[in-house]
């Protein structure tokens, strides 16, 4: 595939205008380099902005996608629990603000019914889900990464039974659970636990289901806030469909990690319903029958606009997104 310079350039003028305006206005310098050197800020806008633009210049091939979105999420959550874990030993530049609080996406969801409060996260996702769609659990979240690692094996055929119940039951479940501690005013210390619990119950999923199944069965099945992004992602006009020229050979089902591209799927012409737009499969198929759309664009320009999004978006977190 011919490479242009054109969503490179966006990705890298777009990503900089962004990061400025943070640089200008947030009244406590939120880029890590200004924290240790004033101006040095702006160096580090230029790198990320650069980074930005080459993963777009490499990720217009899909080909290219599989092996560059896992290295782009995994270089995000790597770079977010380290600045954590470096914080927590005492470095507090590498934290945002000191207000600590436990990085599992459940807490997304959780936290505001806990506290009774809306907080900067829900808003985050909320905005990103407007943007992009699902873009959020396909390279946006810090914690699904480690799904993505954890699922590298060869893709399971089996199919993963009872999704739906699975997900409504665990989304409900959360959101019980959450309301029965604020109603019962249960201690912040057991609170807490009951979280921690959750997180770890989520890493077993992964380490034992994902790795057998080569699928992401964590966020696929057991973690609330991908259930809301399933839900919420049609407030996005990005959609991914299969064309007429399908001719069935189910090539692209192993090509999934998020069981969204199974037969009755690939039938009905569309990807079911835990599709997060991550784009791996395309390059799966030698018709070029599964394609992006966005309202009436071409396919190919619904695609470009789903790149530059995500990946602009993918370079800001990686310079700002921290606890
Ligand atoms: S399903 Fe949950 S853990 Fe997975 S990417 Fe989405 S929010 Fe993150
Ligand atoms: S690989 Fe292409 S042609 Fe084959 S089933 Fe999938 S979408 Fe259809
Ligand atoms: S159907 Fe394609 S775009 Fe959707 S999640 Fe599966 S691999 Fe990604």
Not at 187 to 215: E, H, P, Q, Y
Not at 237 to 243: G, S, T, V
Request: proline share 5%; with cysteine; aromatic share 12%.
């Amino acid at each position: 595939m011919k490479k242009e310079y054109k969503l490179p350039l966006a990705v890298f003028i777009f990503t900089a205008t962004l990061l400025t305006f943070m640089q200008i206005k947030m009244p406590h310098p939120i880029l890590l380099a200004e924290r240790f050197v004033k101006g040095l800020g702006w160096l580090e806008i230029a790198i990320i902005a650069t980074y930005g633009a080459y993963v777009a210049y490499k990720m217009q091939d899909p080909k290219e996608v599989p092996k560059w979105r896992k290295k782009i999420w995994t270089i995000f959550s790597v770079a977010f629990f380290s600045q954590l874990i470096i914080g927590l030993l005492g470095a507090d530049k590498f934290l945002m603000n000191g207000k600590l609080h436990l990085p599992i996406p459940m807490m997304i969801l959780a936290g505001p019914i806990y506290r009774g409060q809306l907080s900067i996260m829900p808003i985050l996702l909320i905005s990103t889900i407007i943007l992009t769609g699902p873009a959020w659990c396909s390279q946006l979240c810090y914690f699904g990464a480690f799904d993505g690692l954890s699922s590298s094996g060869k893709t399971q055929k089996g199919k993963l039974k009872y999704k739906a119940q699975i997900k409504a039951s665990i989304l409900v479940f959360v959101i019980i659970m959450t309301i029965a501690l604020r109603l019962f005013e249960v201690s912040l210390l057991i609170s807490t636990l009951a979280a921690i619990s959750f997180g770890l119950v989520g890493i077993s999923v992964m380490l034992w289901f994902s790795r057998k199944n080569g699928k992401m069965v964590h966020c696929i099945l057991y973690c609330p806030v991908g259930t809301i992004v399933n839900i919420t992602r049609f407030i996005s006009p990005f959609r991914m469909y299969i064309d007429n020229s399908c001719d069935l050979c189910m090539r692209c089902t192993s090509h999934c990690k998020y069981d969204a591209l199974r037969p009755e799927h690939i039938k009905n012409k569309k990807p079911g319903f835990s599709c997060t737009l991550c784009g791996d499969c395309l390059a799966s198929c030698k018709g070029n029958s599964i394609k992006y759309r966005f309202l009436n664009l071409k396919p190919e320009t619904a695609r470009n606009l789903y790149l530059f999004l995500t990946i602009s978006l993918h370079a800001c977190f990686l310079a700002v997104a921290r606890i």
